[in-house]
């Protein structure tokens, strides 16, 4: 039997688990096969409507339909769309370890181990979202959910740029000239703050930006509101071990490896600023096989 549209009557739903400016995410079980248990953004339509959201939603759809044909595992998968007079409906992978940022709360820092585990399948989905012409354009840890077993799931398309191509992985790419600010403050590149400008490498930027945040605990630029932290970042002005205080009896250095990779992809000229690529090659991933997928993608606890 072919099967038929479905819509919200074929879910139960349970707990929020989240929400944004114009959409809530529940946890929600298909009435067809209780084993199935999804993750539905619900978005108001007239929130969309009265906030100009629909070119966000409408991007989310259309980047998370492209980006399901491959079935990475690094990134959420759509299942449904529906919409009843109220609502849009997106039926999400569940992603049952929560945000990457409440774990890295839950710890304060990574260890190294965590923290490249995570760089590393980070680093393979990038490199396949990139691959297909997608920029995400607001990466940060809250966009960066885990399932059961600790891989990660990228989501949150909704500030995505499409490219018919990966012109130029390392530099600002296309035409891609935002009128409005899209992202976070403490991710945005300074391309974007200076130029306007955004391309495959601000998503590296951002990446960059969480390197740090994983083993620091917090991320590299942070003002006491937005134009202080986009000062910050145009005058690249961030310091390790900036928690450490010098009356503090053991003051642990962080890795000159992770400092300098990080030095390295925290550049202001995007020409300069380091490709996926060539991050793959750093010593930090020196025992890293990049074909083995199976390994890259295991979790982390079970
Ligand atoms: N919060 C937001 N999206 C989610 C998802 N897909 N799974 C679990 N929690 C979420």
Redesign the pocket.
Known sequence: MASRKRSPHDFLFREE??HGSYST?Y?AIDKRNANKVY?I?VCSKAHIIQESKVKYVTIEKNTLNLLAKAKHPGI?KLYYTFHDQENLYFV?????G??LLSLLHKYTKFNEVWARHFTVQLIDTLQYIHSQGVIHRDLKPENV?LDKEGRL?I?DFGAAATFNSEQDSKGVSGSSSTSSFVGTAEYVSPELLLYNQCGFGSDVWALGCMIFQFIEGHPPFRGENELKTFEKIVALDYTWNSNNNSTTAVNTKSNPIIVNLVRRILTLDTKSRMSLKEIQLDVWFQNVDWNDKAEIWKGIWQ
């Open positions: 688990l989240g995410v946890k993750a953004k959420v999400l992978d569940f992603a049952a929560g945000e959910l799931m989501t």
